[in-house]
């Protein structure tokens, strides 16, 4: 599967992006999906994830309440709606695909398939 997230930018502390991943090549439902994120220095980290039929959701602590994942399997697409966006949230966030079960969804090692990232910046 071949992965093109979209949708980064430049914001102000309180304002919102929404992301978009879009995957081709393989069935996208047969996927389960993730965001992860990183910033400079940092490690990946997980960020939200979705399961293939999209009832299951699991969000990072620090992003809970404020981010939301969703995915459309007609459209191939999983999205990451931002809001009430920090500082902290600035990194590169990167779309991940997953066909394992049964594993830990949270872990970037469960993840082989990658986009290539789209960069945001939320300023102070």
């Known amino acids: 599967v071949q992965l093109q997230a979209s949708g980064g930018g430049l914001v102000q502390a309180g304002g919102s992006l929404r992301l978009s991943c879009a995957a081709s090549?393989?069935?996208?439902?047969?996927?389960?999906m993730g965001w992860f994120r990183q910033a400079p220095g940092k490690e990946r980290e997980f960020v939200a994830a979705?399961?293939?039929?999209?009832?299951?959701?699991y969000y990072a602590d620090s992003v809970e309440g404020r981010f939301t994942i969703s995915r459309n399997n007609f459209e191939n697409t999983v999205y990451l709606q931002m809001d009430s966006l920090k500082p902290e949230d600035t990194a590169v966030y990167y779309c991940?695909?997953?066909?394992?079960?049964?594993?830990?969804?949270?872990?970037?090692?469960?993840?082989?398939?990658w986009g290539q990232g789209t960069q945001v910046t939320v300023s102070s």
């Open positions: 090549g393989r069935s996208f439902s047969d996927f389960r």
């Open positions: 979705i399961t293939r039929s999209g009832g299951s959701i």
């Open positions: 991940g695909a997953s066909r394992t079960y049964g594993s830990n969804i949270r872990k970037r090692s469960e993840y082989p398939y």
